[in-house]
C-alpha cells in the first residue's frame, strides 16, 4: 500500500471513529470486540471479547434481536442456549447481556488449578475444548474453583483461540493466578518492584478503628467489609458522646446516600453456639439504604457446614486501603494501650459494648445501650489486638479475596436476587507496559497518587460518568486522556496537589540505610524466604549503646494525620515493604478446588529459616509435634525443631510467646457450664507443658533447665478501680492479636490463631499477610550489629513497651531482643515481678498455687465469704492488704502496692489445674465435638 493510500485510510478511520453513533453502535462494538470493560484500566489489559453461547444462565430479557440465537452461525437451535458478550481479562472472564451491559450476568475469577487431573497429564488447565459429536457444533469448558460451564463459539478456529487465551490469561505473569505462588498463595509475593506496596499497622482497638472511620469516610466508590462479628452500633471514636456520628452504621448510611456501594460478608453462626446475632446485624445494616448489601454465610443446612466458621476481619476502600488483622468491628474490641478495667460513668464503652465474656454474655444485642453488666461490681475485659493497613497491589490481592468469597456467597445464598450483584476483582498493572507506560512515567504516576485525598471513581457502568461520550474504541489511560495525571479520572484519582495522604503518618525522618532486599527467585520458590541482609561494616557492636536506631525510633513524628489517635507507640508509619497476602480456605468457603493453608506453610517456614527470635502473640496456641495423630498443624514442630538446631549449634535463640491467660468464654474454671473453657485450657496445656506431645516435656528431656534459655510463655493483666474511690479489681487482657515478628525483619498479621481450625485451610476462612521489611535501619541483635526492618522493629518495640510498661527513653533497653539484660533481667523479671505482686494483692486465677478444682473451689470460697463479692477469676482486692512486720499486723491500701507493677506482663500458669484432667466428659456436649476446640 503506498504512503497516499496508508495516509487516506487513517483520515477515513480517524473520520468513522469520530462519529460517536457509529462508534458506539453495537455492529462496531461486535466488529471491534470491544465493550465497555475493555479499556478500564482496573481490570486489566483488553484480552479477548465476542459473542458465545452459554446454557446455564437463567433466560435474559431479550429486548431486541441482538441475543438471538443465529442458526447458520453457532448450529444450535437449543432455546436454552443464549447468547451473551464473553470479556476475557487478566484474571477473570464475565459474560455480560451485550458490550453495553450494566453489570456481568456470570463470572469465572481465576484461581489456583488442581496439580493433576487424575490421569496423570499434568496440571488441569482452565479452558479445554469439547469434542462435539455435532461437527456444526464447536465448544470449550472454563473450569476453576468449583465450578465448570460449557461455552459455543462460531468456529473450531475460534473455540481454539479462546482456548488459548484463557490458559494463557491464568498463567500470565506477574499474578499467574491459576498456579500456586509462595507457601501456595492464591497471591504472589508484592513490593518486589517499586511498585507501591506499603503497609502501616495499629496496636489496639482506638488506633485501628480511628483509622478505619477516616478511611469509611474518604470512600468514593465502594466499601467492602468481611466480619466474624459486626455491630452496627459499633463507635469507632471514643468518648462516643462527642462522636456520635462515628457509630458504623451511621457512617455507612451517610456513605451509602452519597452513592458508595457498599458490600458486607457476615458469618452466620449456629445460634445455639454463639451469640452474635448476625441475623439482627444484618435487618439493621439492610435498614440503612439500599445501596448496603449484605450477605450471611454459609448456609449450614444446605452445605452440612455447622462446626467452622468465616474468621476473617476486612474493611477494603475503594480498593485503595484495606485492613486486616485481629479485630472484629464489635462490641468489646475498642481498648487503648492503658487497658482500663472500668468506665463508670460510661465514657468510653456504652451499654453491652462495657464487656466481659468471662463473667456474662449478652442474650441479645439489640438493646445495645442496655448494661449486661453491673459497673460497679464487675470489670471489663481489656483488649489486646493488632491490626494492619495495606497499599498497593497487597490490598488489590485482599480485594480479589473478598469478591471469590462474595460471589460465591451469592451463588448460593442469592443467585437470582438482582439487588446482590456479582463483583469483578480490579487488577493492579505491576508491569508498566500493560499500560504503554514507560518506568518513569509509572513512578511518576504513583507519586502522584500518593499525594491524593481521595478516589473520584464512580461505578464502571454509570451513565452520570463524565467520560461517558468516550468512544468505547478509544483506550484511557490510568492518567486520564490527555496522559498529564492531573484532572478527572474514570475509576481511579483525582490529584490534590499538597495533600497528604489521609490515611497514615508522616514519612519518617530518615531514609532507608540500605538500599531494598534483593528477593532471588521470589515468585517461583513457594517455600524460600530470605531474611539476610549484608551488614554495615562499620556499625558500632558494642552491647546495650544507643546506636542511631533509637535516634530513628524516637524522632517517629508519632502525630496522627486521620484521627485523634494521640497515644504514643500506638500507629506505626506507613513504609514500603515486600508484602504476600496468605490465607486458609476450601471448597465450602471460597468455593475453591484446592485446599489453600498458606498461613500453616508461612509459620513454619518462618520460624524454620529465624536466625535469631520468635516473637508470638496469638489467642489461640493449639499445635502439634511430628508424629501427633490429633493436632494437625505443625507450628510446634517448627519451633521444636529450630530450638533443637540452636541448641546444638551452641547458639542463642529465643522464643517468646504471649496468649491469653484464660479462654475469653463464659464461666469459671470450676463451673458445670465450662466445659468449653477447660477443653481449651486442655489443648493449650497439651501443645505448651503437659504429656508426651508437649513442647515444654520433649525440650526438657534433652535440654534439662536450659529449656527456659529457649522458650517462655506469658500472659497480659491489668488493674484499676471501678469507679472514683470503689473496689480496686484486675483483669487479664485478653490477647486476641494475630501475630509474629522474626529477627526484627518479618512480620505475619492476620485473623488466624494458632490452632487447626485456623490453619489447616478446610475449616475455618482466614486471611492474614507477611511483611518482609526493604527498609532497615541499624540495630543490635545478641550485642552484634543487625540491620532490623523499620515496620517489624517498630511494632516490636511497641508492643514490648505497653508490655513492659517502658517510657519512650527506655526503649534503648529492649532493642537487643534476645541478649540477657533484655530477655532475662527486663522480660523475665518483669513478667515474674508483676505476677507476684497480682497475686500478694489479689490471689487471683489461673495461679501457679492452684492445681485442683477442689483448691479453685476453696480458694473461691474463701474471698467471697470475706468480700461478700468477688468476680469469676477472684478479681477483687480487699480494702486492706495485711502483712506481719515485727510480729505486728501491718495494713496496706491495695493500690500502693500495685504501683511497683510495670506495664502488663506476667507470667503464664503452668502449673494451672495440673493435677485435674480438663477433658471434656461423656455427660458434656463438648465431649461430641472435640474438634470445635481445637
Known amino acids: 500500500m503506498s504512503d497516499d493510500a496508508k495516509v487516506a485510510m487513517q483520515q477515513y478511520l480517524n473520520h468513522f471513529l469520530g462519529n460517536m453513533d457509529i462508534v458506539n453502535s453495537r455492529e462496531v462494538c461486535k466488529f471491534l470486540e470491544v465493550s465497555k470493560l475493555s479499556f478500564l484500566p482496573e481490570y486489566g489489559p483488553k484480552l479477548k471479547e465476542e459473542y458465545v453461547m452459554v446454557k446455564h444462565l437463567p433466560q435474559i430479557v431479550k429486548n431486541d434481536d441482538s441475543r438471538k440465537c443465529a442458526c447458520c452461525c453457532f448450529s444450535c437451535c437449543n432455546d436454552n442456549w443464549q447468547k451473551v458478550w464473553a470479556v476475557l481479562k487478566p484474571g477473570f472472564l464475565a459474560l455480560l447481556a451485550d458490550p453495553f451491559a450494566t453489570k456481568p450476568l456470570d463470572i469465572i475469577v481465576f484461581d489456583v488449578l488442581p496439580t493433576s487431573d487424575g490421569s496423570g497429564e499434568g496440571r488441569v488447565s482452565l479452558a479445554a475444548e469439547i469434542k462435539e459429536r455435532n461437527p456444526l457444533r464447536h465448544s470449550f469448558k472454563v473450569t476453576c474453583g468449583n465450578r465448570s460451564i460449557d ?47 506499603q503497609a502501616q499497622w495499629f496496636i489496639d482497638g482506638r488506633a485501628a478503628f480511628d483509622a478505619i472511620a477516616s478511611s469509611i469516610e474518604d470512600a468514593k466508590s465502594e466499601i467492602f467489609i468481611c466480619g466474624w462479628w459486626l455491630c452496627p452500633e459499633l463507635y469507632l471514636r471514643r468518648p462516643f458522646r462527642d ?31 454463639l451469640k452474635i446475632n448476625s441475623v439482627y446485624s444484618k435487618r439493621k445494616l439492610l435498614s440503612i439504604h439500599e445501596n448496603v448489601r449484605v450477605l450471611r454465610s454459609p ?111 451469592k451463588r448460593n445464598k442469592a443467585p437470582y436476587e438482582e439487588a446482590i450483584p456479582l463483583l469483578m476483582p480490579q487488577q493492579h498493572m505491576v508491569i508498566p507496559h500493560y499500560r504503554g507506560q514507560n518506568k518513569e512515567k509509572e513512578v511518576e504516576r504513583r507519586d502522584i497518587e500518593d499525594n491524593v485525598k481521595g478516589i473520584k471513581r464512580q461505578d464502571s457502568f454509570s451513565s452520570g460518568s463524565s467520560l461517558q461520550d468516550i468512544p468505547l474504541l478509544l483506550p484511557q489511560e490510568a492518567d486520564g486522556p490527555d496522559g498529564s495525571g492531573v484532572g478527572p479520572k474514570r ?42 541482609v549484608k551488614m554495615s561494616p562499620d556499625l558500632a557492636a558494642e552491647p546495650g549503646t544507643k546506636t542511631s536506631d533509637l535516634e530513628w525510633w524516637e524522632s517517629q513524628e508519632r502525630v496522627d494525620q486521620i484521627g485523634s489517635v494521640d497515644e504514643s507507640g500506638q500507629v506505626g508509619s506507613r513504609v514500603s515493604c515486600h508484602c504476600q497476602v496468605i490465607r486458609s480456605v476450601s471448597q465450602w468457603s471460597a468455593g475453591t478446588s484446592q485446599i ?48 533443637m ?47 508426651q506431645n508437649s513442647v515444654l516435656h520433649n525440650l526438657y528431656d534433652l535440654l534439662g533447665p536450659k529449656t527456659q534459655d529457649y522458650i517462655s510463655f506469658y500472659g497480659l493483666r491489668a488493674y484499676g478501680q471501678l469507679f472514683n474511690g470503689g473496689p480496686v479489681v484486675t483483669s487479664q487482657v485478653y490477647v486476641h492479636s494475630k ?10 498479621i492476620g485473623s488466624a490463631n494458632i ?69 532475662k533481667d527486663r522480660w523475665m523479671s518483669t513478667a515474674k515481678t508483676n505476677t507476684m505482686i497480682y497475686q500478694d494483692v489479689f490471689s487471683c486465677v489461673p495461679s501457679d498455687l492452684i492445681h485442683t478444682r477442689a483448691a479453685l473451689r476453696q480458694s473461691t470460697a474463701f474471698w467471697k465469704d470475706r468480700l461478700g463479692h468477688t468476680t469469676i477469676d477472684l478479681g477483687i482486692a480487699p480494702q486492706k492488704l495485711e502483712s506481719y512486720q515485727n510480729g505486728d499486723i501491718k495494713n496496706t491500701d491495695p493500690l500502693e502496692r500495685l504501683k511497683s507493677v510495670r506495664g502488663h506482663l506476667v507470667s503464664f500458669p503452668l502449673d494451672f489445674m495440673c493435677k485435674e484432667d480438663l477433658r471434656p466428659v461423656f455427660n458434656e456436649s463438648e465431649y461430641y465435638a472435640s474438634q470445635v476446640f481445637y
Open 739 to 748: 501475630i509474629m515478628i522474626v529477627d526484627d525483619r518479618a512480620t505475619l
Open 243 to 273: 462522636h456520635a456520628s462515628s457509630r458504623l452504621d451511621s457512617l455507612l448510611e451517610i456513605k451509602a446516600k452519597q452513592g458508595i456501594q457498599i458490600y458486607i460478608l457476615l458469618y452466620k453462626e449456629v445460634a445455639l453456639a
Open 151 to 197: 461455552l459455543r463459539s462460531k468456529s473450531g478456529a475460534r473455540v481454539k483461540d479462546w482456548v488459548a487465551a484463557i490458559n494463557d490469561a491464568g498463567l500470565r505473569p506477574p499474578e499467574g493466578w491459576c498456579h500456586p505462588h509462595r507457601f501456595g498463595s492464591f497471591a504472589p509475593p508484592r513490593g518486589l518492584s517499586d511498585d507501591g506496596s
Open 755 to 823: 490452632n487447626d481450625r485456623s490453619l489447616l485451610g478446610s475449616r475455618d476462612s482466614e486471611i492474614g499477610v507477611l511483611i518482609e521489611d526493604k527498609e532497615f535501619v541499624d540495630s543490635l541483635m545478641g550485642g552484634k550489629p543487625w540491620k532490623a526492618g523499620k515496620f517489624a522493629l517498630s511494632l516490636r518495640l511497641s508492643l514490648w513497651s505497653e508490655h513492659l510498661g517502658l517510657h519512650a527513653k527506655e526503649i534503648h533497653k529492649v532493642i537487643d531482643p534476645v541478649i540477657e539484660s533484655t530477655y
Open 645 to 691: 538446631r540452636a541448641f546444638n549449634d551452641k547458639k542463642c535463640f529465643r522464643v517468646i510467646i504471649v496468649i491469653p491467660l484464660l479462654p475469653g468464654f463464659q464461666g469459671g474454671v470450676d463451673d458445670g457450664g465450662a466445659a468449653s473453657v477447660r477443653a481449651i485450657m486442655h489443648w493449650q496445656y497439651r501443645t505448651i507443658c503437659r504429656g
Open 299 to 409: 448456609d449450614h443446612f444446605s452445605t452440612g457446614v455447622y462446626l467452622w466458621s468465616h474468621h476473617e476481619k476486612l474493611v477494603i476502600v475503594d480498593h485503595q486501603v484495606c485492613f486486616i488483622g485481629g479485630l472484629d468491628l464489635c462490641f468489646g474490641r475498642y481498648d487503648t494501650c492503658e487497658h482500663r478495667v472500668g468506665d463508670c460513668p460510661p465514657q468510653e464503652w456504652p451499654g453491652k459494648d462495657y464487656y466481659n465474656p468471662r463473667e456474662s454474655e449478652p442474650n441479645s444485642w439489640e438493646d445495645m445501650m442496655k448494661d449486661e453488666l453491673d459497673r460497679g461490681k464487675y470489670p471489663r475485659m481489656p483488649w489486646h489486638d493488632v491490626h494492619c493497613a495495606l497499599w498497593g497491589p497487597p490490598c488489590r490481592d485482599v480485594a480479589r479475596h473478598f469478591v471469590q468469597r462474595w460471589n460465591f456467597a
Open 491 to 532: 475509576n481511579g484519582l483525582e490529584s490534590t496537589p499538597g495533600r497528604s495522604h489521609p490515611h497514615a503518618f508522616r514519612k519518617s525522618k530518615i531514609e532507608s540505610v540500605v538500599p531494598d532486599m534483593p528477593m532471588t527467585s521470589f515468585v517461583d520458590d513457594h517455600d524460600s524466604l530470605n531474611l539476610h
Open 596 to 643: 489453600e493453608e498458606s498461613i500453616h506453610c508461612a509459620y513454619c517456614s518462618l520460624i524454620e529459616k529465624a536466625e535469631n527470635f520468635v516473637y508470638i502473640e496469638n489467642q489461640f496456641f493449639i499445635s502439634g509435634l511430628s508424629g501427633d495423630d490429633i493436632i494437625q498443624n505443625r507450628v510446634l514442630e517448627a519451633l521444636y525443631q529450630r530450638i
